[in-house]
Structure formats: structure tokens, C-alpha cells
């Protein structure tokens, strides 16, 4: 184990360090847990000094840390400010994402091992993958969803709320102890651990910088590519582009709209045929009750990652048939007599905004009135949804609604005549009632955790 014998210091506790430091704990000479953004309540710091853990907490200057040991190992994640990571000294760096995969190496399963990262699309693709899969073996999935044990295409829900950062795949695993899994699926923001036997990208589009602006969400995801490990397979979104992996790693593309390894087509009659290229196809005919366009990519996707594991055309296609889309993606329903276009969700973005009012147009009659719920819940999010983007977005689409509902402190700055403001999602939908009759459409697009 890389940890052993070592002083580790372990950044970052807000995003799943102190899971880190409690795993490491258990192999290093000693470990430091550094709180650098001063939000851990200090009751959670005291028990994992009780525990051994030496703590340090954020300095005065905002800069760097001094830890309290002669450091050999850091343990950082790949967004944090460079000025936080101590200086002094000779130590190797490591991200969480490998020191999970580090944690990992020494768990005992037959069970294979799916890593999805990317953009978009990454809990719709691990829950389509879950349901086809399950259909002849038993799947442990870890999303944005919870963790959830999945047989004969039914999911049971083993716990709720746990983040993807890369640390959390070893709570999930905890959660689904007494299991005898033949897939784990774990859903893991900014890259892979390097332990998938699968792992993948589903989409780089909308880069944005990390690490105050020293890198980018790319770099990051492409750990996926350069910590993948001898034999294993990466399936990729062909708009990646080129990428150069470790030798002995296998590459399948995938595209929703152009020729790849596995690719989609769609004819006129409404029917989805998804080809492998020249080696054989699954059809389907779309649920009318979500939007399909919106899943293209999940679909696709899933469809590469289920003949990877050789499972059984009838079964993906039975998935997909039975598919009406995951809660709060895209997925249209009733509420008190209005149609709801449930779009609110952890990777909520500006793009599925307008798709989200696309989809309603085509839903709506002429009398139809449509309110939009657009922000965020930022206290459970930790990219928010940027108002210089929502702005531009009323600007440009404001027109085509009847009522926009704003969620957010950071939201208010936008202005207009049709605009009303709540302090929640749950608020929000209450206004867009008492806005609206029976029939017509809520659109309910806010960035947070369901």
C-alpha cells in the first residue's frame, strides 16, 4: 500500500477528505487532515483528533498550510487553489481520485467495475446501465440518485446523499456490505480512481477552470484516460477527440449524432436503432413520457457499456422500451392537474434550459400558459448555476413564457416584468400553482440535489 510507513497529509475536508484521512489512517505512520477552507464543524475535528488524525486548519493568510509532521505524501483534490498545497519539503503529490484508487487496490471482489465521468448525461447513463444489467445479474450503483442495489431491472435504495467525489465510492461501498454484486457502477465527478475495469467519459463539452483558474474540468476528467490501468477498456464520446491512454488500454468511441465504434441513428417513423459498428444493432421506439433527445448520449452510452459486458440484445432493448427517463432529467409528469417538465437536478446547466423549453413548446397548445422555475439551491451545490448565463437566457427566451420564477440570492440581479422570486424549489413550484390552471406547463429547471 503506497500509504504505508508514511506521514500523509490529507487536504481539503469539505469535499471528502475526512473519509480520506479515516481510510489512510488505518496504513500510514500518521496522518494530518487539513480543514483549508475552515467549514468543518469543530465537533468533527475533535473526534478525528480522538481518533489520531492530527488536525490543521485554514491559516489566517489564505495561503499556505503548515502541517505538523514532516510530510512524505499530500493527498489533494485536483480542484483545490495550488496556494493551499504546503511547499516546503519533500513530498509527492497524489489526487483523491488516486488515493481512492490506491484504497481499492486491497478490495477483494469478482464484481467488475464501472467508473463514469464526464459533462452531462453521467447519472442518466449509470441508471440506464444499472436497469439493463440488471436484468441478468445483480448491480450495485452509486449516483447522484443514492446508492442503490438493482435486480431484474428494479432498484432498491441502500442510502440517500452521499456526494461523487472520488472518496464517496468507499462509503458506497460500505453501504452495499452483504451484497454479492457482479457489477459496481460508480458515478465519480472530475475523473476516475484508475480501478475501473470500465471506465467512462460521457461528454467534455462547457470546460470550465479549477483550481483558481491553474487548470481545467478537462484535465481533470481526462484522469479517467491517464490513471487507467493495463487491460482495462475506456468507452469514450467520440467528440473527445484524440486522446493517447496508458499502452494496453483499450478505446471504444461512441456518438449520438455522428459515425463512432457505437453510434445512433434515428429514422422517420421514430424509431432508434443504436449500430456497432458493422457487428450488430438494438431498435426501439422512444417513451413518449420524457424527452429522448435529452438522453441521447445516456442512451448510446449505455447501450456500448452493456455489450461490453456481453448482455443479451433482448434485455437492452426491453431497458430501453420500459425507460421514461430519471427523476429530474428531463422527465415530464403531472402535478395538480399541470404538466411538469422536471428538469431540476445536481447537473442542471443553461443548455438543458433551453432544451427543457424546447420540449415544452412542442408540448404546449396555444392557450397553454408556461412559467419557467429557473436558479439554484446553492447551499447543496458546489457549481452553482452562473447568473450572467440565466440572465442571458431571460433576455433571449423571457418572450416565450408566461412567468419566470427565480431561485437564488444569486438570481436576483435579473430583472423583468414577468419575474417573481422564491426562496426554494419546493417555494417556487407553490407559486408556479397559484400562476397556473389546469394543463398548462411548469417547467422547473434548479440546480440542486434531489
Not at 475536508?13 to 505512520?29: F, V
Not at 485554514?58 to 487553489?81: F, G, S
Not at 464484481?111 to 441508471?127: C, D, L, N, Q, V
Not at 455522428?258 to 458493422?278: C, M, P
Amino acid at each position: 500500500m503506497l500509504f504505508d510507513d508514511k506521514d500523509v497529509t490529507v487536504l481539503d475536508l469539505t469535499h471528502g477528505g475526512i473519509l480520506l484521512a479515516q481510510h489512510i489512517a488505518k496504513y500510514a505512520r500518521s496522518v494530518t487532515a487539513v480543514d483549508v477552507y475552515g467549514t468543518v464543524d469543530d465537533n468533527v475535528l475533535v473526534r478525528l483528533e480522538r481518533s489520531g488524525i492530527n488536525i490543521a486548519r485554514k491559516p489566517d493568510n489564505n495561503t499556505e498550510i503548515n502541517t505538523k509532521n514532516n510530510t512524505d505524501l499530500i493527498v489533494a483534490p485536483v480542484h483545490i487553489d495550488p496556494a493551499f498545497i504546503p511547499s516546503a519539503g519533500e513530498h509527492t503529490i497524489i489526487t483523491h481520485h488516486q488515493a481512492v484508487g490506491e484504497l481499492l487496490s486491497g478490495f477483494n471482489t469478482n464484481a467488475r467495475i464501472f467508473e463514469i465521468t464526464g459533462t452531462s448525461a453521467k447519472t442518466s447513463t449509470a441508471t440506464l446501465l444499472a436497469d439493463m444489467t440488471s436484468r441478468s445479474m445483480s448491480v450495485v450503483s452509486h449516483t447522484s440518485r443514492g446508492v442503490e442495489h438493482w435486480v431484474k431491472g428494479v432498484p432498491s435504495k441502500l442510502h440517500h446523499g452521499l456526494s461523487i467525489t472520488p472518496s464517496s465510492i468507499l462509503e458506497a461501498l460500505e453501504h452495499s456490505t452483504g451484497i454479492e454484486a457482479d457489477l459496481y457502477i460508480f458515478e465519480v465527478s472530475l475523473g476516475g480512481t484508475g480501478m475501473a475495469d470500465v471506465g467512462i467519459i460521457t461528454s467534455l463539452d462547457n470546460e470550465y477552470t479549477i483550481a483558481n483558474g491553474s487548470s481545467t474540468s478537462t484535465a481533470a476528467k481526462l484522469q479517467i484516460v491517464e490513471l487507467a490501468r493495463p487491460g482495462s477498456t475506456l468507452l469514450v464520446n467520440a467528440s473527445a477527440g484524440p486522446l493517447n491512454p496508458p499502452k494496453n488500454v483499450n478505446i471504444i468511441t461512441f456518438s449520438d449524432s455522428t459515425n463512432a465504434d457505437v453510434y445512433l441513428e434515428r429514422s422517420d417513423r421514430n424509431i432508434w436503432t443504436v449500430k456497432f459498428n458493422g457487428s450488430g444493432t438494438v431498435s426501439f421506439t422512444p417513451n413518449a413520457g420524457y424527452d429522448a433527445e435529452s438522453y441521447s448520449i445516456a442512451i448510446v452510452c449505455a447501450v456500448a457499456a452493456a455489450r461490453i459486458l456481453e448482455v443479451d440484445n433482448a434485455k437492452i432493448e426491453s431497458a430501453l422500451v420500459d425507460f421514461a427517463g430519471v427523476h429530474g432529467r428531463m422527465r415530464v409528469m403531472e402535478w395538480a392537474g399541470r404538466k411538469l417538465v422536471d428538469n431540476s437536478n445536481s447537473g442542471m446547466n443553461i443548455r438543458s434550459v433551453r432544451q427543457a423549453l424546447d420540449f415544452s413548446n412542442d408540448l404546449a397548445s396555444n392557450h397553454d400558459r408556461k412559467v419557467l422555475i429557473l436558479g439554484e439551491e446553492a447551499k447543496q451545490v458546489c457549481e452553482g448555476l452562473d447568473p450572467t448565463d440565466a440572465g442571458t437566457f431571460v433576455d433571449e427566451r423571457g418572450d416565450e413564457l408566461d412567468n419566470i420564477i427565480l431561485v437564488g440570492e444569486r438570481m436576483k440581479s435579473i430583472q423583468g416584468e414577468n419575474i417573481r422570486t422564491a426562496d426554494s424549489l419546493n417555494n417556487a413550484i407553490e407559486v408556479a400553482e397559484s400562476l397556473t390552471s389546469e394543463d398548462d406547463i411548469i417547467i422547473s429547471c434548479v440546480k440542486c440535489f434531489r
